[in-house]
């Protein structure tokens, strides 16, 4: 029996006769295995990495932020890479190359501290190469996706890989904390090397026919061309502009206080220990699962495009709550964790339907061009959030720093109202199209109103 048999659909996740249930496709599962037991190292690393600055550099915040800021500042040069990676036919091979280049940088790590040489100066290397490895699996991923799952099923696949990256927010940081303070921060990292392991062998083994698109003879255009042809296609479509500067928002001043910032807090303001911060974590990334859980019922119920606005709001706002925390140990770690739920409910309303009314509005021959263009603006001003978060903790304190990231990304709300993506109940091309159509008529002059209207 042959694999392509074996493993039902050929592209899309489809029969002949229509698609086969996710649960089924043996394609979808190996994926989802990968991405899950990858999730599951990275809450490990996210963790490990600040306190290995923290506790064996003595690293002050301006360096922890300037350590979140490395992992992301690649994503700055997506908008070229994923030009390049959509003249490359098999996606598949770039995520495991991605996967692979991670795990050998991760390794790096406790080979250098069991020589007693580990610096400040190799996190940041590491966090610089294992971020333009990011980069090249994330702008591989959309076109690899969008073979892999049929349209009817977008919400459906993100919500099962959102509910794994949740599951992973809710073991990984305990067990992450466990391990740091059982085999040190440098050794716990082997497990996210492992992860990524597994990851490429499962991606690997998965049979897809990745079609090639733009190739009609025709010379191709240039890399900077394309890269520009991707930028354009998100600046004039009403959805993905609106979703780009929603995101961004949302991301810039989550990172002004980002995750080491955050473990920062919990460790030198609210005094906690490896255990307890990363015990509250994982508590409070129960509010992720659940959120991974209801996104597709919630957007059933209230629409994508309602979906994706209260998880705008709900994602930054809870911030606010962490910054307030205080008192004894059990309710500075019970804030924290408070905090983190509300938000992982928001975050994962916000990226399952965004993600997949994106997947759904892109056309096969631009997705690695637009996920590049993307990534550079959306995951690009992260690194700035993280600087100016940095700059920000040191002027005027980390609660304050919190406080300006809460109240600040609650302001990306402002993107979706001015757009047609509250109107989007589901991802049918028709309520797209009737959404777009709907904005078009509130912009236009009165008088000169398109026919539609």
Request: hydrophobic share 50%; net charge positive.
């Amino acid at each position: 029996m042959s694999a392509a048999r074996e493993d039902g659909p050929r592209a899309g996740g489809s029969r002949e006769d229509g698609p086969i249930p996710l649960w089924r496709d043996r394609r979808f599962r190996r994926f989802w295995a990968g991405q899950s037991i990858s999730e599951f190292g990275d809450r490990i690393t996210e963790l490990a990495l600040p306190l290995i600055a923290v506790t064996a550099l003595s690293a002050s915040a301006n360096q922890v932020a300037w350590l979140t800021a490395l992992v992301w500042t690649p994503n700055l040069l997506a908008i070229v890479l994923g030009a390049w990676v959509d003249r490359r036919v098999r996606k598949r091979r770039l995520m495991v190359l991605a996967d692979l280049v991670r795990a050998a940088v991760l390794l790096s790590l406790p080979v250098t501290y069991l020589l007693d040489a580990v610096s400040l100066g190799q996190l940041y290397a590491v966090a610089l190469v294992t971020g333009t490895a990011a980069v090249l699996f994330n702008t591989a991923y959309p076109p690899f996706f969008a073979h892999l799952v049929p349209r009817s099923s977008y919400v459906e696949a993100n919500s099962r890989l959102s509910a794994s990256r949740s599951v992973s927010h809710v073991v990984g940081p305990a067990a992450g904390g466990a391990l740091v303070q059982a085999l040190t921060a440098p050794v716990a990292v082997v497990v996210d090397a492992l992860s990524y392991l597994a990851s490429a062998f499962l991606i690997g083994r998965i049979p897809l026919d990745e079609s090639p698109t733009g190739t009609d003879g025709a010379a191709p255009p240039s890399l900077l061309r394309r890269a520009r042809e991707g930028m354009a296609f998100v600046r004039r479509h009403p959805v993905l502009r609106a979703g780009l500067g929603c995101a961004a928002t949302v991301n810039f001043f989550t990172f002004v206080a980002g995750s080491g910032l955050l473990v920062l807090f919990a460790s030198r303001v609210l005094e906690l220990s490896a255990g307890a911060i990363g015990l509250a974590l994982g508590i409070g990334s129960t509010g992720a699962l659940l959120g991974a859980v209801l996104a597709p019922s919630v957007s059933r119920r209230i629409g994508v495009g309602r979906s994706i606005a209260v998880g705008a709001v709900l994602f930054p706002a809870p911030l606010a709550i962490a910054a307030f925390a205080g008192g004894p140990l059990w309710a500075r770690a019970g804030v924290l964790a408070a905090g983190e739920f509300l938000s992982g409910v928001g975050v994962m309303l916000f990226d399952v339907n965004l993600n997949s009314l994106q997947t759904s509005v892109i056309p096969d021959g631009m997705r690695s061009r637009v996920a590049g263009a993307f990534s550079s603006v959306n995951y690009g001003v992260r690194p700035l959030g993280a600087v100016v978060g940095g700059l920000l903790a040191t002027a005027f304190g980390l609660r304050a720093t919190l406080l300006v990231g809460a109240v600040g990304g609650t302001l990306a709300l402002l993107w979706l109202l001015a757009s047609p993506i509250p109107r989007i109940r589901s991802l049918s091309e028709n309520d797209v199209a009737q959404a777009d159509v709907a904005a078009a008529c509130d912009d236009a002059d009165p008088e000169h109103r398109p026919t539609p209207c």
